[in-house]
């Protein structure tokens, strides 16, 4: 921790970069890595200058002094593993430290609650509490899924739908993203569009349906198109809500010290809003599959929708365990691949994890 005129305080140091480097006037020089430290200090009941200065490499650095009451114990982010020679505080080393003090993975741990509902899905299979015609057994289901991969059924359709969840995830990102940029950078561009992307939000995607059919036949179109309005709804809500959140208070100082537009945006607007589409991400998946569910009444001759209503006519309740369970594996492995990228991307944001 760093201490300033004998009183224990919590340095928050947030990193701007881009700024350039001649915007600040300062005297004396923090080196760590090529990086110092500008800011107005507030220690009791008077102001005093901080270390100050910008890199060499034109980042601007913003620190806040936030009261915190003096501690008796040690914290993780005082450990040598955490801080650097100056003190500061490395969150990558602590996030680091956090995820490995597990042997297993978080991504095995969170599997616990799934293995769980198929231990009660046996047992409750086995008790005789119901029959084979309304809940089947977790082995007839393995067997009803054997069979269809050993007959190359299942494969045929599942690479029918996802073609079409790809098509539709690729334009939806796209379109949502440009729409939320247009949005949340410029009051103009909200005026004309939020208003129409909440109307898209509240309306049910079955409900447009019938609407697709008539403007565009029984042909692909209709179906990746109601997946991308699905995900593009999720993409553009998340991030629009992110580049508005973003603390204003780095934006003030970014300009204060003579950043422009672009680089405001580029530096700090749209890293702050990286956690918001990283979210809309991960429910834009979700709604990718539940929109393939729909789209594939349209009159589908193949895919995992049309073996869902094969199956519902005929009465196979192995087959349609079998497709839910497909759908919750791709789910899950959709949700995997967003936490991979969290991981990756925002090593820099400390949260809380649950510990």
Request: with cysteine.
């Amino acid at each position: 921790m760093q201490s300033i005129s004998g009183e224990e305080r919590t340095v928050a140091i947030t990193v701007i970069p881009g700024a350039p480097a001649e915007a600040a006037d300062c005297d004396h020089l923090d080196h760590k890595g090529g990086s110092a430290v500008r800011a107005l200090l507030t220690v009791g009941d008077h102001d005093e200058q901080s270390h100050a200065s910008t890199s060499g490499r034109g980042e601007l650095i913003v620190a806040t002094i936030l009261d915190k009451a003096r501690r008796t114990t040690p914290d993780v982010a005082d450990t040598p593993e955490t801080t650097g020679a100056s003190g500061l505080i490395d969150p990558t080393a602590i996030s680091r430290k956090t995820r490995s003090s597990s042997r297993v993975p978080r991504s095995a741990q969170r599997l616990l609650g799934p293995v769980l509902l198929v231990v009660a899905w046996q047992l409750t299979a086995s008790s005789g509490l119901s029959g084979e015609n309304v809940l089947p057994r977790p082995l007839s289901v393995l067997t009803a899924a054997w069979r269809l991969i050993a007959n190359g059924e299942l494969q045929e359709h599942m690479t029918i739908s996802l073609l079409r969840v790809g098509n539709g995830l690729l334009i939806g990102i796209v379109l949502g993203l440009v729409l939320a940029l247009v949005s949340g950078l410029s009051r103009v561009g909200e005026n004309f569009v939020d208003a129409n992307m909440e109307i898209l939000r509240a309306v049910p995607n079955f409900a447009l349906v019938p609407l697709l059919i008539v403007w565009f036949g029984i042909s692909e179109t209709p179906k990746v198109l109601l997946i991308t309005l699905a995900v593009a709804v999720s993409i553009y809500i998340n991030t629009f809500s992110a580049i508005r959140s973003v603390d204003a208070g780095l934006v003030e100082a970014a300009r204060s010290f003579g950043v422009q537009r672009r680089e405001l945006i580029r530096r700090v607007i749209l890293p702050g809003a990286l956690p918001g589409f990283l979210i809309g991400l991960r429910l834009a998946l979700t709604g990718a599959w539940l929109s393939l569910i729909f789209a594939e009444t349209i009159n589908a001759k193949r895919g995992l929708g049309r073996m869902m209503s094969d199956a519902r006519e005929y009465f196979q309740l192995d087959v349609v365990f079998v497709l839910i369970a497909v759908y919750a594996i791709l789910g899950l492995l959709s949700i995997f691949i967003v936490r991979a990228l969290e991981a990756r991307l925002l090593t820099w944001r400390r949260s809380f994890d649950g510990n």
